[in-house]
Every structure is written in structure tokens, then in C-alpha cells.
């Protein structure tokens, strides 16, 4: 069976504390970031995100996470951390794709945490 897994999970980040935002995501640098198009970083299989006036956003992944891809629509208060697999359409591509065998099995996962800034 042919697999190219990825994870969508979007968190809620005002557009006005974009900019404010500390990572650990190496070349990730908020107040310079393109917010009108997504940007795909080598794997990371541990993400820290600290959201002014929140708390933090913590992503652990396993390792077959080989992409992190980060985006956001400009006018809209989210922010998208997405571990994926593979690159977008990598199902088309049988050297891109994951191929899981009769009889096999494969665990993919990913955590998230949440830890909330106290007032």
C-alpha cells in the first residue's frame, strides 16, 4: 500500500503577535517570514513554538517525518506546524512514496503539547 503521511494541525496565533513568535525551527525566523507562503524546513523531530500572551506549542514526531512544512493564510489568526512524510504529491512518486508491504506494518506519530503562559 502506498502511503505519503502528513500532519495538519493548525494553532491559533493572532496576526499582530506573529512577529513575536520564538522558535527552535533552524532558518525560521518570524518577523521576516513570507506570511503569504508556506516554507518547508529539513526534519526536526522536536518543535517549540512560544506564542506571546499564550503559552507554548511543543510537536515531537517520529522519524519518519522527514519535512516540516510551516504556513498561514495572511488574514487569518492561525499558524499551521506540519510534520509530513514526504513532499506534497509524494504518493505520485514511487521513489518519493512509502510502499508498505502485505503483511507489514508501520507506526507513525506525532505529540503535541500545550503549556499555557501564566498571568
Known amino acids: ?17 506573529r512577529d513575536e513568535i520564538k522558535t527552535n525551527i533552524p532558518g525560521f525566523n518570524p518577523n521576516e517570514y513570507d506570511w503569504k507562503s508556506s516554507h518547508h524546513f529539513p526534519r526536526q523531530t522536536f518543535v517549540s513554538l512560544q506564542v506571546p500572551d499564550s503559552g507554548e506549542i511543543s510537536i515531537k514526531s517520529s522519524e519518519e517525518f522527514q519535512i516540516l512544512v510551516v504556513w498561514s493564510e495572511l488574514e487569518r489568526p492561525h499558524l499551521c506546524i506540519e510534520p509530513w512524510t514526504r513532499e506534497a504529491n509524494a504518493i505520485l512518486d514511487p521513489e ?10 508501520a507506526n507513525f506519530w506525532i505529540e503535541i503539547g500545550f ?5
Not at 1 to 17: D, L, N, R, S, T
Not at 96 to 105: A, D, K, L, S, V
Not at 115 to 119: A, L
Request: glycine share 6%.
Open 1 to 17: 500500500m502506498p502511503i505519503a503521511p502528513g500532519f495538519h494541525p493548525y494553532f491559533q496565533v493572532p496576526k499582530e503577535k
Open 96 to 105: 518519493q512514496r512509502i510502499e508498505i508491504q502485505p503483511g507489514e506494518t
Open 115 to 119: 503549556q499555557k503562559t501564566s498571568s
